[in-house]
């Protein structure tokens, strides 16, 4: 069984400077944290970006990424996984001196071999397991969060305290959360399978439900409040982070949790052949290589499949209910 903390070793950073490379959604959060969490942090972004201006208005002064990099003892990278290694490369790599320490918030450029580590560092993961608003909103209302923490390279033979002080900053062991350790690819193949066979399959099901509702005559905005927007999937999924899923089923009424399990076996077996395939090109570098052309060439696919999302009937149904929520009566 994995190892499972429930602190950390905050007095690892004491006296050190922890550079956050990247002000985007997790990055912003981890560094108010760290830097509310008493630590000291500059931040490492493009000058003159919108994130650079977010960041000053934050109280923090924004420096050049080559700079953060070559000033910070611990070096936190928080960028998106299909621009860090480039990033990481020319404008990180250069500052990382003998003696310090490289955290990823990710697995998966270091696991599939994008991301290559200087020898002399100290190289940790510390992967939130939260979306970015969701870190720094816990750790205003004193709650933690889930996290992966591991050690991919350990120079020091502290790496893995590194990691553990830096999840202790950013407050993932506030009150609930934990860190579990894990290997960089056992972090990236569980990421990307819960991406492509969880919350796809979860999406595509929402659309499929949204689509039959309404030929069956459901109004469209009650579709829209049934499938989603009363809140009560968040809540479900609130529930089994508590009791696990068939915990939360057994708080559920006995239609709802009949209806459930006597109808999972239908999809049980074709989502288990789509996602056969889906690890299969998880394994053998298929998507890593998709995802990287797609940057490569301006993200036509991505944008496409976007449009056309966000032009379906459900989006309109939800951009409806919403512009009616904010008129009110």
Request: proline residues 5%; without cysteine.
């Amino acid at each position: 069984m994995a190892r499972i903390f429930k602190q950390g070793h905050g007095e690892v950073l004491k006296g050190k400077t922890v550079a956050v490379v990247g002000y985007g959604n997790v990055g912003r959060s981890l560094a108010l944290n760290l830097r509310d969490s008493g630590v000291s942090v500059m931040v490492g972004d493009l000058l003159g970006s919108d994130y650079a201006r977010r960041a000053k208005a934050d109280g923090l002064e924004p420096r050049p990424i080559p700079e953060a990099a070559e000033l910070g003892d611990v070096v936190v990278l928080a960028l998106p996984d299909d621009a860090a290694p480039e990033i990481y490369r020319s404008e990180v790599l250069p500052g990382l001196h003998p003696g310090k320490a490289l955290v990823l918030t990710s697995g998966f450029p270091v696991a599939y071999g994008l991301l290559q580590p200087p020898g002399g560092v100290d190289v940790a993961l510390f992967v939130p397991k939260a979306p970015g608003p969701a870190i720094r909103d816990r750790y205003l209302q004193g709650r933690g969060f889930a996290a992966v923490v591991g050690v991919v390279e350990d120079a020091s033979g502290n790496a893995l305290d590194v990691a553990l002080a830096v999840a202790d900053g950013a407050g993932a062991f506030k009150q609930g959360g934990f860190a579990l350790e894990a290997s960089a690819r056992e972090e990236a193949l569980a990421d990307l399978l819960g991406e492509q066979v969880l919350k796809a399959s979860l999406l595509a099901a929402i659309e499929a439900a949204f689509e039959l509702m309404t030929k069956a005559g459901v109004p469209q905005e009650l579709a829209v409040v049934e499938l989603y927007g009363s809140g009560e999937l968040g809540e479900l999924g609130r529930l089994m982070s508590l009791a696990g899923p068939y915990g939360a089923l057994r708080l559920q009424s006995p239609v709802d949790a009949y209806g459930q399990l006597a109808r999972a076996g239908e999809y049980r077996k074709a989502i288990a052949r789509a996602a056969a395939r889906i690890l299969e090109e998880v394994l053998n570098g298929d998507f890593p290589r998709e995802i990287y052309l797609e940057r490569a060439t301006g993200y036509v696919k991505f944008n496409a499949l976007w449009r056309a999302a966000t032009a379906g009937g459900l989006a309109q149904a939800d951009a409806r209910l919403r512009a009616a929520l904010r008129q009110g009566p």
